[in-house]
């Protein structure tokens, strides 16, 4: 199991790739945005709000895209407190 779940960090890691601690920051901020049910494009104003010099630029033609990014990016959260809480047990 423990090559299972190696496996899996790794590529998640590969997908989401390096981020500052500042774009970090701001990217929790967007997915805890998303939490409370707000949309997406709200959710880019709060964080941007919180961290101007991270906000990301979007147009309709893209916001698509962001929007699966965000969500990928909230799961992954997910799955990391689910393993977290099982390991702990």
């Not at 960090?9 to 990217?27: C, W």
């Not at 049910?37 to 991270?54: C, N, T, W």
């Amino acid at each position: 199991m423990d090559k299972i779940l190696e496996a899996y960090l790794d590529n998640a890691a590969e997908i989401i790739g390096h981020r500052s601690p500042s774009e970090k920051a701001y990217d929790d901020a967007v997915v805890d945005a998303l939490r409370q049910g707000k949309s997406i494009k709200d959710s880019l104003a709060i964080a941007g709000a919180k961290f101007p010099d991270e906000a990301i630029q979007w147009s309709d033609g893209n916001i698509d895209e962001i929007a699966a990014h965000y969500d990928y990016l909230r799961n992954q959260s997910d799955i990391l407190k689910m393993i977290e809480t099982h390991k702990n047990k």
